[in-house]
């Protein structure tokens, strides 16, 4: 069925409802692209973004409504009918093939074949041959025939790029595609973008990172609990501005106040080291009872490995670790968890959550000994308690402990994986790139969480790549180059360029 589309619109998506259980993830909810665009797609987490690219994209079949592309209505029922009418998507979540190469990785699906009649083999020259093509097209220096197991996130997430670009759509799906690309990549990106928009192809770009919203998008939509708040050209925008529609009021500050003053060295890190040559070394600091210690660097600076070898999840050839003024031995998670430690991971949703649990399940599964009865029964009542006052404290917005963990978004996730560590009453929280994901409104939620555990006399030390984050949480902020502690410089007088500086040091 072919209808007029006013020769403007290359996409139009029509009155899109979708429900899950206890859940409206979309009401009716219309958008138009044009072609030869970027165009913006913006919400808080849970205001339905990604379930409306879903549902372009074939993967949520559409409880109403119509999708039309170049007027051609969409019947499509998987991926694979996206991909073949030319729609693509990059999804937030990675999800490669580790034990398989590069190419594979690229064109898996899709081999190039050779043999004759039903003798078919891979043809792999060709298959390498593409990819280095594709590659030099793009400007990426990757090998093809290197395991994808063993790339950083960043790579792995301009594989998925490429990938995207090498099925020549005429409609793009970019979710947060920036969240672990480096400085560099993501100029990178914003060429391939522009390219791509010279050939007549339209990006839907989902970001929560304001300043790429504003600098490379031509339409910027905004969502608010899965309705559609209005369609705007981007150069009639503010930050504030979109904030504001975004989450319905006005954000007057981005940051929480706060008045605690740190005291008395709660951890001491001395000389810390890693068997691999490649990782940290020789990391020396202290952290302070209620201080909140960012940690700042680029990509390969070592600031994870360095905190999962302080809770344990990683092998450490020299140095130690004093907690409350006493040496101890952390060889894995649980002596971490013994000397009140707690570690929110970088990937929430690779090593946080249990995707098929609820979240009843996912906030008490790390401390089941504080529910523990006679003959190793559990006491469901006080769990069930503990778990609802979990839910009203951190503000998780579901309609029940019952709901699986997935089908909350990435703040509600975080919110629920800040619950679980709670209960286990920690004086040292580990959190890395905790509000990675999340929109403007759900960070404040969570800086705010933050602040109040600092302000009870929690210590924590922060990881995070966002430069305001650091600059408005941190107490003191540690930065790390090439596995090396190259300064700690005060929160209070700290600016981006001195930290920049010290990020950079050879």
């Known amino acids: 069925m072919r209808v007029e589309n006013n020769n403007q619109y290359l996409l139009e998506m029509r009155d899109i409802t ?41 993967i949520y079949t559409p409880d109403g409504g119509e999708m039309y592309l170049n007027g051609q209505k969409l019947e499509h029922r998987s991926s694979k009918d996206a991909l073949d ?27 190039p074949m050779m043999g004759i009649g039903p003798v078919q083999l891979v043809d792999e020259k060709k298959m390498f041959r593409d990819t280095e093509d594709l590659f030099r097209n793009l400007d990426m220096d990757i090998n093809p025939k290197t395991l994808v197991g063993s790339l950083s996130v960043s790579k792995i997430q301009s594989i998925e790029i490429a990938k995207a670009v090498s099925f020549n759509s005429k409609v793009i799906v970019m979710d947060e595609p920036t969240s672990s690309l480096t400085g560099n990549e993501v100029e990178q990106l914003f060429k391939i973008i522009k390219d791509l928009k010279s050939r007549g192809v339209a990006i839907i770009y989902i970001s929560h990172k304001m300043e790429e919203i504003l600098r490379i998008s031509d339409d910027v939509t905004i969502m608010r609990d899965g309705t559609k708040i209005g369609t705007w050209p981007a150069s009639e925008l503010t930050t504030d501005l979109i904030i504001s529609r975004m989450v319905g009021r006005d954000l007057t500050q981005r940051f929480p106040p706060r008045y605690n003053v740190p005291e008395g060295t709660l951890l001491k890190v001395e000389g810390l080291t890693s068997p691999d040559p ?9 952290l302070k009872k209620g201080e909140i210690l960012g940690v700042g660097g680029l990509v390969g600076s070592q600031r994870t490995e360095l905190i999962e070898a302080i809770f344990g999840l990683r092998a450490v050839s020299s140095g130690t670790i004093e907690v409350h003024g006493k040496k101890v031995r952390i060889r894995n998670s649980l002596d971490a968890i013994r000397q009140k430690m707690a570690l929110l991971t970088e990937e929430r949703r690779v090593t946080g959550i249990f995707p098929v649990l609820t979240i009843h399940e996912n906030t008490v599964i790390s401390n089941l000994k504080r529910y523990q009865k006679p003959y190793l029964l559990l006491d469901g009542n006080k769990m069930k308690d503990d778990v609802e006052k979990s839910i009203e404290r951190l503000r998780v917005k579901t309609p029940s402990s019952k709901q699986l963990i997935k089908n909350l978004s990435g703040g509600n996730q975080q919110k629920v994986l800040l619950a679980r560590w709670l209960l286990t009453e920690p004086d040292i929280l580990l959190l890395d790139e905790p509000t990675r994901g999340i929109d403007v409104g759900a960070k404040y939620e969570i800086y705010t969480i933050i602040a109040d555990l600092a302000k009870q006399g929690k210590s924590i030390i922060m990881i995070s790549s966002e430069m305001p984050e650091l600059l408005g949480m941190s107490d003191r902020i540690m930065v790390m180059s090439e596995g090396r502690l190259t300064g700690i410089v005060d929160g209070e007088n700290a600016t981006e360029t001195a930290i920049m500086r010290l990020a950079a040091q050879a």
């Open 18 to 58: 979708k429900e899950f259980p206890g859940v409206k993830a979309l009401n009716g909810v219309t958008l138009q692209v044009r072609p030869g665009t970027v165009h913006a797609l913006m919400g808080e987490n849970g205001a339905g973004k990604s379930t409306l690219m879903k549902c372009l994209f074939g």
């Open 278 to 286: 490649k990782s940290f070394k020789n990391v020396s600091f202290e």
């Open 85 to 111: 009418m030319g729609i693509s998507m990059i999804h937030q979540e990675l999800h490669p093939i580790p034990h398989r190469n590069v190419a594979e990785n690229v064109w898996l699906g899709r081999f």
